[in-house]
């Protein structure tokens, strides 16, 4: 009888690491500074200090390599972590290919994504500096869901705006938050004059994760006891998700393997990062030379057709300007069933390392990724949120070039979590009613006026 497959590579609780990775110590160029948009200067600590604690404020600009990770952080995260990391043999087996394709897995979590691995660490540091409340936007609601869960570990209220397309979409979400004790609205709201601003000119708006940071920012900068918290495109969000990476090396190593290509889905850039970035500490030290590739969706593809430039990261403009790629901080996402990809913009800095060469990007219509994660539950027996369904499709598309040209490659990706909550967009995929959306000349040219109204900064 021929030895069992080995499909999952764990670590003991021993093993998961207790420090974070800022890959801002090691990035071969500085990225651009963040910019306030009255002075055009870069912006300190001062002015971030009415949205987010000293501590994340600190996160943000740090040169420091690694941040120890709070060992009340790592008491929540031990509900879970570390996560597994999967073979996917019956998918290789059902491709045909020669190719090697691991995939970690974060639905694992309380909340079912890789979200809660920096909302704990943010609610932590929040309740450290006296705040109560945290304010955010989620898409998809995972981010939401994760946020609500942190606050219910350390006794605090969150208040939750959700894309109403998302909303409407993904009834489960709303309870799930609403069941680990969140406030959730749809969003754009009437409770916010940023909400009402777009519901004046737009009554049907299906809503943006911009318009949604727009009302979740200004309700805690009205407020002394609340803040504000965001789940992907800030430095500090990034730095915490680097435990999904600095995981998946130790439990790649157990096997004896390194990736030939790292894969990831990107939206605002939290998972994608949070995989990438300990494998790019380790290509350039030159202990492995991965390709990295960044997936995002064609109806939304800031990365491969956005501008880099300096842009609000809300719709309304009370963020800091962040040069970043952006489709235009007025853009309104068409509503694809990838909720958590639906932001203009993306992370400065897989922005920054993008314009630098360091990572590709590509862009999957959803057709193509829902075959990916219909086929990748079929033969894993995992149903995947539609997000990492990209990432699916783009290492599926590698493996079967490996079956024509008979390279043996070791793929990874991150499964940054289930569909369980997302089965309405699998029917929709099943039936045949789901369509395509891609991007425009029209579009580009929306994202160029929106990019004028902008202050007059150096881009």
Known sequence: MAAPLQHKVLLTEDEMPTRWYNVLHDLPTPPPPVLHPGTGQPVGPDDLAPLFPMDLILQEVSGEQYVDIPEEVLDVYRLWRPSPLFRAHRLEQALGTPARIYYKYEGVSPAGSHKPNTAVPQAFYNLKAGIRKLTTETGAGQWGTALAFA???????????????????????????????????????????????????????????????????????????????????LNHVLLHQTIIGEEALLQLAKVGETP???????????????????????????????????????????????????????????????????????????????????????????????????????????????????????TEGNVPAPEPTHALAAAIEEALRCKESGEEKVILTALCGHGHLDLPAYDAYLSGAMSDREWTDADQAAVAEALTKLPAVSQ
Not at 176 to 196: C, K, Q, W, Y
Not at 351 to 356: I, P, Q, V
């Open 151 to 233: 606050c219910a570990q350390f006794g605090m209220e969150c208040e939750v705006w959700q894309v109403r397309a998302s909303y409407d979409q993904k009834p489960y979400r709303r309870m799930m938050i609403e069941t680990f004790g969140g406030r959730v609205h749809p969003s754009p709201s009437d409770l916010t004059n940023a909400g009402r601003a777009i519901l004046a000119e737009h009554p049907d708006s299906t809503g943006s994760l911009g318009i949604a940071i727009s009302e979740a920012v200004e309700v805690a900068a009205q407020n002394a006891d609340t803040n504000y918290a965001l789940g992907s495109v």
């Open 260 to 378: 030939d290509l790292l894969v990831g889905c990107t939206g605002g850039g939290s998972n994608f990062g949070g995989l990438a970035f300990p494998f790019l500490r380790e290509k350039w030290a030159g202990r492995m030379s991965p390709v990295v590739r960044a997936v995002e969706p064609a109806a939304c593809p800031s990365l491969t057709q956005g501008t880099y430039a300096y842009d609000f990261g809300d719709t309304a403009g009370m963020t800091p300007l962040m040069k970043m790629h952006t489709l235009g901080h007025d853009f309104i996402p068409d509503p694809i069933h990838a909720g958590g990809l639906r932001y203009h913009g993306m992370s400065p800095l897989i922005s920054h390392l993008y314009e630098e060469g360091e990572l590709e990007a590509i862009a999957k219509t959803q057709s193509e990724c829902f075959a990916a994660g219909v086929l990748f539950a079929r």
